[in-house]
């Protein structure tokens, strides 16, 4: 029980500490003087760590241990809590933004190694469903908490709430996890792959949240996406020679995993997507205050809840790309329902109904892709493993943010000479449309081509390599 509560705790307070600061971020603008650019550097002085460092974050867990990592990675989330929460100027805030990032990208990735780890199948899938309800509720609840802290006690409680909590899981985590060393597993980093996937992912991710200021075609937006492809071509070369690689690149052959890290982000675009895009049409065009707006997709947490409980059964009882697949298109149902909403539409016969089809799709697909991506890969590469499907997570995130409100705004300045409202909702009402798209190719994908089940003539099912050298060494041992 302590387990799983030190093991979910890890997921809300990234996931709630998004939405909070969201909130939080004009208050902090005008309490600091900061221009609009310099405003958006506390959310990018904590995703560009984040984003860059969970492949490597996740290989230490494999490498060093992941109840060291772990404790470690919480506590620094928690050192990065406390000097955001005192900074007396904005440049120590914004270092503070960014302890939390490298903390995060530490504890998460690990955080799943250990529960896909656990031999127990049952106790796997109800683990990753707890993590997806506390997910959820702090996706939920981070939006409504955010509006009531700031308003009531100020934005530095933001962060100083969230403190004991992380410290706690640190402490947790040093005096629950099982303190055995890894096994079979080099002691060493492979150093140069680190440094590059980490400068590749971090300026990728800057060239996404390039995309809507300065733009995506700027020279600073495009320059920034090249150079990040090339380390990304760098340090596939180098992987392939290195003798403890950070990135074993025979895991993508996985198809469980495969699967999982190319299929999973349309299922988080379609979520991040439709939260930001959600609240944005909520208070702009329906005329939520911020507080309301929060209020509004608070019901969440209650689907999120029930959504876990029901991928668990469908889990076993059905394959899991066929879970995914139609969680999936749940979700761009509750996406296209939106869409069609108008300045007129009310929330309890139109919006609720919406929120909830999409909020139960996307916790059962991600309950699926949680467990799908860890289960085929071995034990000594289940930290890496789940870094990859991180990153691309979280890089679907970004995206899904940066892209749809450029097309929405583009969108709405075609209409701007009209009326504002309408063309507001136009603009967001595309917003929807594309993400229902991206969550239905998603869906199509996986169902045709994730499943490793499926077998071509004479093919075998994909096994780890520890369980195909064991079955190897024990037919050699009745040969001889």
């Known amino acids: ?49 984040l984003g860059g460092l969970l492949l490597f974050g996740g290989r230490c867990g494999d490498r060093f241990g992941r109840r060291r990592v772990l404790a470690g990675g919480l506590a620094l989330f928690a050192a990065g809590l406390l000097l955001a929460a005192l900074a007396p100027q904005a440049w120590l805030l914004f270092v503070g933004r960014a302890v939390q990032g490298m903390g995060a990208a530490f504890a998460v990735p690990t955080t799943f190694a250990i529960i896909s780890s656990l031999r127990s199948t049952e106790g796997r899938n109800r683990l990753f469903a707890a993590v997806a309800v506390a997910g959820g509720l702090g996706a939920a609840g981070g939006a409504v908490i955010g509006g009531v802290v700031t308003q009531g006690l100020g934005w530095r409680y933001v962060f100083l709430l969230s403190a004991p909590v992380a410290v706690a899981s640190a402490v947790g985590a040093a005096l629950l996890l099982d303190r055995k060393k890894p096994q079979s597993v080099p002691r060493t980093l492979d150093v140069p792959g680190a440094v590059l996937s980490t400068t590749g992912l971090m300026l990728l991710v800057f060239a996404i949240t390039g995309i809507e200021n300065p733009g995506p075609l700027s020279p600073v937006t495009v320059t920034t996406f090249v150079l990040s492809l090339v380390c990304f071509f760098v340090f596939a070369v180098r992987e392939r020679t290195a003798t403890a690689p950070l990135l074993r690149l025979g895991m993508l052959r996985v198809p469980s995993f495969r699967a999982a890290v190319t299929c999973m982000p349309a299922n988080e675009f ?6 930001f895009i959600g609240l944005l049409f909520l208070q702009q065009v329906l005329g ?47 996406l296209l329902a939106l869409a069609f909403a108008s300045p007129d539409s009310a929330y309890l016969p139109h919006i609720l109904p919406s929120l909830l089809v999409l909020g139960l799709g996307t916790v059962v697909g991600a309950v699926a892709f949680n467990v ?14 789940y870094g990859v499907y991180e990153t691309a997570k979280y890089t679907a995130g970004v995206f899904a ?15 701007a000479s009209g009326n504002p409202i309408t063309a507001l909702a136009s603009g967001y009402r595309l917003a929807f449309l594309i993400a229902a798209v991206v969550a239905v190719l998603g869906g199509v994908l996986v169902m045709l081509f994730g499943d490793p089940h499926r077998r071509t003539p004479g093919s075998r099912p994909h096994r780890p390599a520890a369980v195909r050298a064991h079955r190897e060494q024990t037919t050699a041992e009745k040969e001889t």
């Open 270 to 275: 379609a979520y991040q997507g439709s939260i």
């Open 401 to 415: 943010i940066a892209g749809l409100n450029t097309a929405a705004a583009a969108r709405s300045d075609t209409l």
């Open 288 to 334: 939520y205050s911020p507080l309301v707006a929060g209020l509004a997709f608070s019901p969440l947490g209650i689907v999120v809840l029930c959504g876990s409980t029901v991928a668990n059964r469908f889990l076993h009882r059905m394959r899991w790309t066929t879970v995914a697949g139609a969680a999936q298109l749940v979700s761009a149902s509750g």
């Open 1 to 49: 029980m302590l387990l799983s509560i030190l093991l979910t705790a890890t997921n809300f307070l990234v996931v709630f500490d998004g939405l909070v600061v969201t909130v939080a971020l004009p208050t902090i603008q005008h309490d600091f003087s900061l221009a609009q650019t310099q405003a958006q550097w506390v959310m990018t002085a904590y995703a560009l760590p």
């Open 372 to 385: 799908a991506a860890g289960k085929d890969i071995d034990a000594g590469d289940k930290g890496a493993g």
